[in-house]
């Protein structure tokens, strides 16, 4: 018993000496940072590795330095053309400044997310329907560049901006399909008449180059009979000379 006695005042000491040493080491991974105070003040940033601390007077909060991937909510749109129109995007950032994270911001997440969501309301809100169908490049790159330039403060690098999804109701998806409709008629319609056009300059400059030399439309009268009896119909064609007529265009002139 005494010898039990004389032990337990060792093992006591031991048992502290662990639970102070398993507290004042810390292992950081290769993506981590660990953010230090000392007695509640800022005192620096260590790791990765192995990272020694004073039990009771150092405190260390974990960063992580890898690429979130934020889910931003469908957002209630009116556009600049007052159509309502509901919009969801998704983020990518990561944090490149451990210390602002931490010290500057209590929660980078949800204030990165809440800024995200006014945002896209803003930026969207200044474009037409259209251009938030056919410009989401432009539109992205935008909101992005906004996004990092005021979460910079924050120690946060916003890579990505996406718009996932831009859901219009139901009556003005048929308006937008009668517009499609309509313009699809009306590029017929210009092609139509630009071949119109076409032909018929090219009718003109056929029948210039025919009207010098007689001889060419009575040639032409040949071929056309030739395609005619190609064809093998029962229709029988006979060119009339157009010296005939002019013939008996003169001779009337001459008699009256």
């Known amino acids: 018993m005494t010898w039990l006695g004389n032990l337990a005042p060792f093992a006591a000491a031991l048992l502290f000496l662990l639970i102070v040493v398993a507290y004042a080491i810390r292992i950081l991974r290769e993506y981590e940072r660990g953010v230090i105070f000392t007695l509640g003040r800022f005192t620096g940033v260590k790791g990765p590795g192995l990272i020694l601390l004073l039990p009771y007077v150092q405190q260390m909060v974990r960063v992580d330095l890898r690429t979130r991937v934020l889910d931003v909510p469908s957002q209630d749109v009116i556009s600049r053309d007052n159509v309502s129109v509901r919009v969801s995007a998704v983020i990518y950032f990561r944090v490149i400044d451990a210390e602002k994270s931490t010290i500057q911001v209590e929660d980078f997440m949800a204030a990165t997310s809440q800024l995200a ?5 803003s930026v969207l809100g200044k474009h037409d329907l259209d251009e938030m169908l056919a410009e989401r ?13 005021q979460t910079d403060a924050w120690g946060i690098k916003v890579a990505t901006v996406e718009i996932k999804h831009v859901d219009i109701n139901e009556s003005m998806i048929r308006a937008i399909a009668r517009q499609a409709e309509a313009e699809r008629e009306r590029r017929a319609k210009v092609i139509n008449a630009e071949g119109e056009q076409q032909a018929a300059a090219k009718l003109l400059e056929a029948a210039e180059i025919l ?8 040639l032409r009268y ?3 009979l030739n ?22 265009a003169t001779k009337k002139e001459g008699s009256s």
Not at 137 to 149: S, Y
Not at 211 to 218: D, E
Not at 228 to 236: D, L, V, Y
Request: net charge negative.
């Open 117 to 121: 969501q006014t945002t896209l309301r």
């Open 137 to 149: 490049d432009r539109l992205n790159e935008d909101i992005q560049k906004i996004l990092d330039v």
């Open 222 to 224: 040949l071929s056309t």
């Open 211 to 218: 009207a010098r030399k007689p001889q060419a439309m009575q």
């Open 227 to 248: 395609v005619i009896a190609g064809e093998k119909n029962s229709t029988i064609i006979f060119p009339f000379p157009m010296e005939i007529a002019d013939m008996l």
